[in-house]
């Protein structure tokens, strides 16, 4: 179900998961899941080894907004169109068997234009009405018609399996326009958290030559990570020039490692200079291996959605976004308005410091103009950038 119908259906609260689901669908809620180290799982060459041949169901944390990773724009890339991604972090539940330990995450992956991939383009891949329509299904969980955010803990639902590509095993719809390969994300806890970001060395993923430790069992080095929100302390960049939205730098921590930086496309990057060394510096591990004629045992790199001028961020909210869940509504709206206290009269209420939002100790037109220039509407992403 796509597109205004399915919109519809979410206005009225009606969107029911039952009538969602296809008639020629496996039966989800008796599968066994799938785990992320499983479904990542790689030869001695790095080339995945998951069997891709029928439906997987998975689980994990989403750590992203997809806006800040890629760019989502109808026909915005050259090549592919519109893109979406989304990292899902592999996360122990109480009450799991002792051997569903699970390490890493894994990419979501959507392309408007995959009809060029298997050589059918245009009529294989999507129109700019049908790419808008799947982004808003892929960003809502179709029980509730939540739209997900960084933190939730979701079900993967893939009809065809995914492909490997570039080191890495995708969840995609293998690169085929039918309603048979779509995958889904249906929600399992709302806000149930983002993971604490793994602390790790360039010491644990390069060894002394400033190569790639490669382990096929994904025990330890640079594979173990992949796809896991990790941080990294006391670093520098090489050099800052490419500083800015999809940049790509280098950081280097005084023992000839170094790591490449991929930038996301937050507003940090373009509001606030390079930090000064050393910094700390948090993203999402990740591996695009350009390269396959020796194997897939590098190009593993540090995907950083955003910056806030002081510190790097997974997530990085507006200030009017007083709810933090993405966007500038009503829902914000409703604080803002219950803290009003009009001009030169202080705001003492704990609650409604977050409503001063230019700082003057009241909560008046002034902070309401800086509130307008915030507004997204529901379901969109608020650009933090706004306050400026």
């Known amino acids: 179900m796509r597109g205004k119908n399915r919109g519809l259906l979410r206005a009225a609260g009606v969107l029911l998961l039952a009538a969602y689901a296809r008639a020629d669908d496996p039966d989800w809620s008796s599968m066994s899941y799938t785990l992320h180290r499983q479904y990542q799982a790689v030869d001695a060459d790095g080339v995945g080894t998951f069997p891709l041949t029928a439906p997987v169901k998975m689980r994990g944390v989403v750590l992203n907004w997809s806006q800040n990773m890629l760019d989502g724009t109808p026909g915005a890339d050259p090549f592919m169109g519109g893109l979406w991604q989304r990292y899902v972090q592999a996360v122990d539940l109480p009450g799991t068997p002792d051997d569903d330990d699970d390490f890493g995450g894994t990419a979501c992956w959507m392309g408007q234009n995959i009809g060029k991939i298997v050589g059918n383009h245009p009529a294989g891949s999507y129109t700019d009405e049908q790419w808008l329509a799947e982004l808003d299904r892929l960003d809502h969980d179709p029980a509730t018609g939540r739209w997900f955010r960084p933190g939730d803990l979701v079900e993967i639902r893939a009809r065809a399996p995914g492909l490997f590509f570039r080191g890495k095993t995708n969840i995609n719809e293998q690169h085929v326009n039918v309603p048979e390969a779509d995958f889904d994300l249906v929600l399992l806890q709302a806000d149930y958290g983002l993971p604490a970001p793994e602390l790790i060395s360039l010491a644990q993923v390069k060894d002394a ?177 706004c306050a400026g």
């Open 209 to 385: 030559g400033d190569n790639f430790i490669f382990d096929q069992t994904r025990a330890t080095g640079a594979e173990h990570y992949q796809g896991t929100a990790v941080q990294i302390n006391g670093v520098s960049f090489t050099d800052t020039t490419n500083w800015g939205p999809d940049g790509e730098l280098t950081i280097q921590d005084g023992t000839n490692r170094t790591l490449p930086v991929k930038l996301g496309l937050g507003s940090g990057f373009t509001l606030y200079e390079p930090p000064e060394p050393p910094f700390d510096i948090l993203g999402i591990f990740d591996q695009e291996d350009l390269n396959g004629d020796d194997g897939y045992k590098d190009g593993y790199r540090l995907w950083v959605m955003d910056y806030d001028g002081g510190s790097f961020k997974l997530v990085r909210y507006a200030p009017a976004d007083f709810d933090q869940d993405g966007d500038v509504d009503d829902d914000d709206y409703g604080h803002f308005e219950a803290c009003a206290s009009g001009p030169a009269i202080e705001q003492n209420d704990p609650s409604c410091e977050d409503a001063d939002l230019d700082g003057d100790s009241d909560v008046d037109q002034s902070d309401f103009g800086v509130f307008q220039r915030c507004i997204s509407g529901p379901d969109k992403l608020a650009n933090p950038a």
